[in-house]
C-alpha cells in the first residue's frame, strides 16, 4: 500500500481547487469577474467563502455593481420593477424583475413589515427607492416604511392631511427618493389640491417630520428649472393637468396648467401616465365591442423654464408598437425617470390575461428599446396592489452573509 493511504492524503475536489485558484486572483481583477454577474449568481457566490462575501458585501463592490449596471444600456441600466401580489387568503408578495438578470425574485418583506402591522392588514405599495420601500395601511390608514438593508419597518407620523386611507394614495404625484443617494435616508414627497389650492407636502427620514407649503401659481414660462428639481402632478382629469415644481433655492413650489398641442384632440381613446416631469400619451382604436389595440406612443416632457406647455420628445417607433399590439379592455401605467433614463410600464387586462410592456428611453441617444418581461409569477387572477420602478439596490445585500435579501 503506497505511503500517501497510509497517512490518510486528502485530495481537494475541483470545485474547491478552483475556488482557491480563484482567490488567488488581485481584487481588481476579481471585481471585473464578479461585476459581469447576473445578481442571482452574485448572491450565490457570496455563501460560497467568506473572502468572496466580504468582497461582495463591500461598498467599493456594490458601488461598482451599480455603476456597471447603469452603464448597460436603457434596457436593464440599474432598474428594477416592483409589483406588490396580493395572495388569498390573507397573504402578499413583493415581486421585483431585475433588468440585468432578465428574471423576476421574490422580495421578502412581509416578515419584517408584520412587526409594524397587525396581521391581515390591507397593504398598497406606494413608491421604493434604494433599500426603502413605502406602503400604505389601509386598516389603520398610516404609511409604513421598510428597509431592506436594515432589515427593519416602521410607522410614519401620519400626514398634514391626517390619517388616509389607500385610496387616497393611488395618484401620479408621489414621488420617493434617497437623500443624500445611496443612502437609507429618504424624502417622501406628494402634490395634492386642497379646497382647490394646490399644496406641497414633504417627509424627511432624518427628522421624522412633516412639512407642507402652499404652491405659487407661475402664468407663463419664467423661472429656470433647476438639475435637481421635482415635478409632482397634483391633478389630473384626461389632458388637462396641475403641475408643481420644487426646486433648490425656491422659497416655496410653484403650480401650473400645462397644456398638450392643439393636434392632441379628445381623450376617448388616449391614456395619459404623468411622471418625473414627463408625461406620454398612449394612443388606441378599437379592434372589437370594448376591445382596443394600442395605435401609438407619444412622450412629451417640458423646456428649460418652469410653467411653459407639454412639448413633444419622442414618438415610439411604429415597429417597436408592432410588437406589443395586443388586444386589450383596460390599462394602465406607470411612467418614471431612474438613472437618466425614461420608463414606461403598461399593464393592461383583456377578458382576465394580463400583460405587462416595459418600454425604456434613453434621451441621450433619443433611442427607445423594449425591454422583454417574462411571466410575472402567475398574472392569472392578479390581484395587484402598487406598482414602482426603482434604481438598481446598491445596499440590496446586507454585510452579514447569513440572511440574503431576496430569493428567487
Not at 421604493?128 to 432589515?151: C, H, I, K, P, T
Not at 417627509?203 to 433647476?226: C, H, I, K, M, N
Not at 410600464?345 to 418600454?359: E, H, P
Request: glycine residues 10%; aromatic residues 10%; hydrophobic residues 40%.
Amino acid at each position: 500500500m503506497s505511503d500517501h493511504h497510509l497517512a490518510g492524503e486528502h485530495h481537494p475536489s475541483p470545485a474547491s481547487t478552483a475556488l482557491g485558484t480563484l482567490l488567488l486572483l488581485p481584487s481588481e481583477l476579481l471585481h471585473e469577474i464578479l461585476i459581469r454577474l447576473a445578481l442571482p449568481e452574485l448572491l450565490r457566490v457570496r455563501s460560497v467563502a467568506r473572502p468572496l462575501s466580504h468582497l461582495i458585501s463591500s461598498a467599493d463592490f456594490r458601488r461598482f455593481y451599480h455603476l456597471s449596471s447603469a452603464s448597460s444600456g436603457p434596457a436593464p441600466a440599474a432598474a428594477w420593477l416592483l409589483i406588490f401580489k396580493k395572495l388569498p387568503p390573507r397573504g402578499a408578495a413583493l415581486r421585483g424583475f431585475h433588468g440585468p438578470s432578465g428574471r423576476w425574485f421574490r422580495i421578502p418583506v412581509s416578515d419584517i413589515i408584520s412587526p409594524a402591522v397587525p396581521p391581515g392588514e390591507d397593504l398598497y405599495f406606494l413608491a421604493a427607492s434604494g433599500s426603502s420601500f413605502l406602503f400604505a395601511a389601509n386598516g389603520r390608514r398610516e404609511l409604513v416604511v421598510v428597509d431592506l438593508s436594515s432589515q427593519s419597518a416602521r410607522r410614519l407620523p401620519p400626514s398634514p392631511l391626517g390619517p388616509r386611507g389607500t385610496s387616497s394614495w393611488r395618484r401620479f404625484g408621489l414621488k420617493l427618493v434617497a437623500d443624500p443617494p445611496g443612502s437609507n435616508r429618504f424624502r417622501f414627497m406628494f402634490a395634492e389640491l386642497v379646497n382647490n389650492t394646490p399644496f406641497l407636502f414633504e417627509y424627511q427620514s432624518d427628522t421624522d417630520t412633516w412639512r407642507s407649503s402652499e404652491a405659487a401659481l407661475v402664468a407663463g414660462p419664467s423661472a429656470p428649472a433647476g438639475p435637481d428639481g421635482t415635478y409632482l402632478c397634483a391633478a389630473h382629469a384626461g389632458p388637462d393637468c396641475v403641475m408643481v415644481y420644487s426646486g433648490p433655492g425656491a422659497d416655496r413650489p410653484v403650480f401650473f396648467r400645462p397644456r398638450f398641442p392643439h393636434n392632441l384632440g379628445g381623450h376617448g381613446d388616449r391614456l395619459h401616465v404623468y411622471g418625473d416631469g414627463s408625461a406620454v400619451v398612449v394612443r388606441s382604436t378599437a379592434v372589437e365591442a370594448r376591445t382596443k389595440v394600442v395605435a401609438g406612443v407619444e412622450l412629451y416632457g417640458f423646456g428649460p423654464e418652469v410653467g411653459g406647455d407639454w412639448q413633444l420628445v419622442s414618438t415610439v417607433p411604429a415597429e417597436l408598437v408592432e410588437g406589443f399590439r395586443k388586444p386589450y379592455a383596460v390599462m394602465t401605467g406607470l411612467l418614471a425617470e431612474r438613472e437618466g433614463v425614461i420608463r414606461l410600464i403598461l399593464i393592461s387586462n383583456c377578458r382576465g390575461a394580463w400583460d405587462l410592456v416595459w418600454l425604456s428611453y434613453d434621451p441621450a441617444s433619443a433611442e427607445w428599446r423594449w425591454v422583454p418581461v417574462p411571466d410575472w409569477g402567475g398574472v392569472k387572477g392578479l390581484n395587484m396592489a402598487g406598482i414602482a420602478v426603482s434604481s438598481t439596490f446598491s445596499r440590496l445585500w446586507p454585510p452579514a452573509p447569513s440572511s440574503p435579501a431576496i430569493c428567487r
